[in-house]
């Protein structure tokens, strides 16, 4: 299967890193594979040609978006100029969906196999999405195991994998090697900090979490507070939030986010991967949402929420297991008091990590090899289709 040319489209850091893991499982099983499209420096070292940095499409938010849709336009008018000229056998296009969904189309009308790799959050919002997906889609690659039988209900290939991150996080974490990787003392209270790493959350966050981290000193003497940033411009905006808002004493690092949620006995955590994340950790949890005022009111006004919960742990678990806070409910002493009831309950955090431990190995499925054969499949049956056809003319 030597040759095999693959279009990828990566947004931001976790695809980035999903990207490189389905890379490299390609390449282990079709060494001379090329990839060409939008990918993070993770993959730019498994050999992506790289069209445009996968951070320009992280992006959230309706109204964030229209900010910067021109761009986001003309990016994609050049990756679909740019796949229709050199055609792939097969696109896949990797989280990123108001992106990716829009040129999946393009693509599949032009005999282009196409795949989305995570499932975009269609069983809790815009449902309506389900029928284009259907029309531009070959398949969809699915890491939460209620999303399949979701799309099998509306006609379209879905295949569960699991997921990336339940192979990388042992399923018993240790703790104390944690902590003295990180050089924090072995006893004693320590939340964990993760307000995201985008810019727009971040800002809306850090100050509310400071809050939060004061709030809870006054209430828990001796904790302390370790923050592990995603990037540079995330520590900035954090580290200037921090000190306006007098969160106090805080270590911040960069990047270590799995080490430090490890160390910690409370994660404070932005909604998003790192939630999952926090999970497959073991660690109990808090965690924030804030969105911007319109696109707030707009989710709200059209009702465009259907699921009951947002954070990941409470979807896979079916009921809230963690507490979660939308908007102005992630307000400092609301934050607060959460995290101080995990430390007040300790019976509670040892349920949770059972319940965490299921999970973990429900999700422990060998995601990127099962990705990749997947791909790999559908590339390999557009090369015998491309030959045929071929042979025929």
Known sequence: MAGLRIGIVAGEQSGDNLGAALMREILARAPD?????IAGPNMRAEGCRVLAEAEELAVMGLFEVLRHLPALLRLRRRVVKTFLAEPPDVFVGIDAPEFNLNVAPRLHAAGIATVQYVSPQVWAWRQGRVASMAAALDEVLCLLPFEAPFYAGHGLQATFVGHPLAEQCPLLPDRMAARVALGLPPVGPIVAVLPGSRRSEV?????????????????????QFVAPMANAA?????????????????????????????????VLVASGTATLEATLCKRPMVVAYRL??????????FGLMKAPYFSQPNLLAGEAVVPEFFQEAANGPALGQALLDW??????????EQRFMALHQQLRQGASARAAAAVLRLAQAAVAKAAVSGRGS
């Open 33 to 37: 594979t090329l990839f060409t499209g």
């Open 203 to 223: 800002e809306r966050l850090a100050p509310e979490f400071a809050a939060a981290c004061r709030w809870l000193r006054t209430r828990l003497p001796g904790v």
């Open 234 to 266: 995330a520590r900035g905006l954090f580290e200037s939030a921090w000190a306006v808002a007098d969160g106090g004493p805080v270590r911040v690092l960069d990047g270590e986010a799995r080490t430090a949620m490890t160390a910690a006995d409370v």
């Open 292 to 301: 911007a005022t319109p696109t707030a009111a707009a989710f709200r006004w």
């Open 343 to 352: 430390f007040d309950n300790p019976s509670r955090v040892a349920l949770l």
